[in-house]
């Protein structure tokens, strides 16, 4: 009798309808589900036949058969579509009566919402990744002439083939992630997804939501279903996360769980995930500097620099620099559909200098300087000012020529912003609110 009263349980719990008759195809069981659905109690109907019910049940074929009868569709006059599996049920090997499931359309449609705005969350999901994913570099993009940059390089291509974390500790423009990418597209995890985040571009609530992710109504605004963090997106591969010297402390401690742990859990959830993810992060800050402040964990600091590696800026590397600013050459000649060259006199020019915004920088000389030479070669009179003239220099320079300095300085950003086409630079005359006609006489051309 327990048993029975455990099973009734069970089948009032369920969303379904679900109706059972005996071998004489009379109503021995209904929930609530179905009771709601016939619109009748159930002192009404039990005990009677099943066709006196439904005149057009189909369950009693069931009982002459003895086999199952699944997926039936059926329509009701008030429109209320459902399907239906019916099955015999066996007692000592002979059929002792039949059991109806019945789902209704409405809760087939609800399931299908949910499974929809699931697929659409595993879409985003996907193309965040894809756009992070864009794992072109390898070890093969790194230009390392001189013998420091060498060393780095084997350094890091050894620390690649490991599974080891690694931080990049190097100042801003000297391409970590280039480094990260390369260590990535060498391991072993190298057909897995390589996840990429700038920690300095979130507030602690919102970066801990990127990447340990949330669940429904986690907070306001959360959307609902939640969303899967990057962490859960990157399993299996990567996860570079630059700047980490920014990230909040009460972040760190649960970044330094999470790496112990090998388990995220979202925010605004009970239950946690496994993860297998390999962490490369990398900072252009003196995160030993961080710790003695207290603004860097000093525990979260070694579990992140199992490998440190220290890419020279480009002050001290100056033998790549031809090297390098053939290569950015090369990839501008690509974007500018013409071929761009550089003069010996100009190349000396950004190997004297210090580039304190490193390859960067180098990139974004090279490409102001294309821009401004006619016949593709850059030249020394190509290059910004502040190259080719000292500061101190510059000090002594008339104030009317300063200022026509400022103005051509300006249209090249605009030029860089806008492009060199017609277009583009009736664009940057737009933008700056002048003529196009005084665009070229400020920067001397025809």
């Known amino acids: 009798m327990a048993h029975?009263?455990?099973?009734?349980?069970?089948?009032?719990?369920?969303?379904?309808?679900?109706?059972?008759?005996?071998?004489?195809?009379?109503?021995?069981?209904?929930?609530?589900?179905?009771?709601?659905?016939?619109?009748?109690?159930?002192?009404?109907?039990?005990?009677?036949?099943?066709?006196?019910?439904?005149?057009?049940?189909?369950?009693?074929?069931?009982?002459?058969?003895?086999?199952?009868?699944?997926?039936?569709?059926?329509?009701?006059?008030?429109?209320?579509?459902?399907?239906?599996?019916?099955?015999?049920?066996?007692?000592?090997?002979?059929?002792?009566g039949g059991l109806s499931v019945v789902t209704f359309i409405r809760d087939a449609y609800d399931f299908r919402t949910e499974l929809e705005a699931y697929e659409k969350r595993n879409k985003q999901v996907l193309r965040r990744v894809n756009k992070a994913n864009s794992t072109r570099y390898t070890f093969d993009s790194i230009v390392a002439v001189g013998e420091n940059v060498r060393?780095?390089?084997?350094?890091?291509?050894?620390?690649?083939?490991?599974?080891?974390?690694?931080?990049?500790?190097?100042?801003?423009?000297?391409?970590?992630?280039?480094?990260?990418?390369?260590?990535?597209?060498?391991?072993?995890?190298?057909?897995?997804?390589?996840?990429?985040?700038?920690?300095?571009?979130?507030?602690?609530?919102?970066?801990?939501?990127?990447?340990?992710?949330?669940?429904?109504?986690?907070?306001?605004?959360?959307?609902?279903?939640?969303?899967?963090?990057?962490?859960?997106?990157?399993?299996?591969?990567?996860?570079?996360?630059?700047?980490?010297?920014?990230?909040?402390?009460?972040?760190?401690?649960?970044?330094?769980?999470?790496?112990?742990?090998?388990?995220?859990?979202?925010?605004?959830?009970?239950?946690?995930?496994?993860?297998?993810?390999?962490?490369?992060?990398?900072?252009?800050?003196?995160?030993?500097?961080y710790i003695s402040a207290g603004k860097f964990r000093r525990d979260l600091y070694y579990r992140l620099s199992t490998f440190q590696i220290r890419i020279p800026p480009l002050r001290e590397r100056r033998g790549d620099i031809p090297a390098l600013a053939f290569v950015i050459l090369q990839e501008l000649s690509k974007k500018l559909k013409r071929s761009v060259t550089i003069s010996p006199e100009a190349l000396e020019v950004l190997t004297a200098h210090d580039w304190p915004g490193n390859v960067r920088e180098l990139r974004n000389v090279l490409e102001f300087s294309a821009y401004l030479s006619d016949n593709g070669v850059i030249v020394r009179d190509s290059l910004p000012e502040s190259l080719v003239r000292p500061a101190t220099e510059l000090e002594n320079i008339p104030l009317a020529q300063r200022v026509r300095m400022f103005e051509q300085s300006e249209i090249h950003k605009a030029l860089l912003r806008c492009g060199s086409s017609l277009e583009g630079k009736k664009q940057a005359a737009a933008e700056l609110g002048i003529s196009l006609a005084t665009l070229y006489n400020k920067l001397g051309s025809d």
């Open 4 to 96: 029975y009263e455990e099973l009734r349980a069970a089948l009032q719990s369920m969303r379904e309808g679900i109706l059972m008759i005996d071998t004489e195809a009379r109503i021995i069981f209904a929930n609530q589900p179905y009771l709601d659905f016939l619109k009748k109690s159930e002192a009404e109907i039990l005990g009677r036949p099943l066709r006196e019910v439904r005149p057009g049940a189909r369950l009693p074929e069931v009982l002459a058969t003895g086999q199952p009868i699944l997926h039936a569709p059926r329509m009701e006059e008030n429109d209320d579509v459902y399907f239906v599996n019916m099955y015999p049920f066996f007692l000592d090997g002979a059929v002792a």
């Open 151 to 289: 060393a780095v390089k084997s350094l890091a291509q050894r620390a690649a083939a490991t599974d080891a974390a690694v931080l990049l500790a190097s100042e801003s423009g000297t391409g970590k992630e280039l480094y990260a990418q390369a260590i990535h597209n060498a391991s072993p995890r190298c057909r897995e997804v390589f996840v990429a985040i700038n920690c300095a571009n979130f507030n602690a609530n919102t970066l801990e939501s990127e990447l340990f992710g949330y669940v429904e109504g986690a907070f306001t605004g959360a959307k609902r279903g939640g969303r899967i963090g990057l962490f859960e997106a990157a399993n299996g591969g990567t996860i570079f996360l630059d700047e980490v010297s920014e990230m909040d402390l009460g972040l760190q401690a649960k970044l330094l769980r999470v790496l112990q742990e090998g388990r995220v859990r979202p925010v605004g959830g009970v239950e946690e995930v496994e993860l297998d993810v390999r962490l490369v992060c990398a900072s252009n800050a003196d995160l030993q500097s």
